[in-house]
């Protein structure tokens, strides 16, 4: 009996387990779920310190237009490297609605992020499971 024990090691019947191939669609299939979560605190941080600052008697009018250069930042590297696409009418009304004061207040980065995950959402599980969803909804109301 000259088998390879490393062909049968523990398997039965002597085959050995194929490891899973992994297309390149897995590999750069982009941001999961957690990775959005990530990001959507940190847009409902950013929404809400924007709105607090506004209402500290003016001070938002400087301190939201230095950090929102900090934040435009990170979200476009983010869109840029995780996203491999940059959305750019989405991203840019929401920078551009962050600069202008007291719209600043509105939550504009955490609907970008959620716009996203609903887009991931709609793409995870295909238009029929919407329109699925979307009958049933109107059958119980």
């Known amino acids: 009996m000259n088998e390879d024990p490393q062909n049968n090691a523990g398997q039965a019947g002597g085959q050995t387990p194929v490891p899973a191939q ?3 669609d897995d590999t750069n299939a982009g941001p999961g779920f957690a990775e959005l979560g990530m990001m959507l605190l ?6 809400s310190l924007d709105a607090a ?4 008697f003016g001070i938002g009018i400087v301190l939201n ?19 491999h696409k ?6 840019l009304a929401t920078a551009g609605l962050k600069f202008i004061p007291i719209l600043d207040a ?7 992020v959620v ?8 793409q995870s599980f295909g238009p029929a499971s919407l329109e699925q969803t979307i ?6 109301t």
């Open 115 to 122: 716009s996203l995950m609903v887009k991931k959402t709609v």
């Open 22 to 24: 992994q297309s390149e």
């Open 106 to 112: 509105l939550p504009a980065w955490t609907a970008f």
């Open 86 to 91: 940059f959305p750019t009418k989405r991203f």
């Open 65 to 83: 237009r230095i950090t929102n250069f900090f934040i435009v930042a990170i979200f476009w590297l983010w869109c840029l490297f995780r996203l």
């Open 135 to 140: 009958e049933l909804v109107g059958k119980k």
């Open 53 to 56: 600052l506004d209402l500290a």
């Open 42 to 47: 940190l847009a409902i941080g950013k929404d």
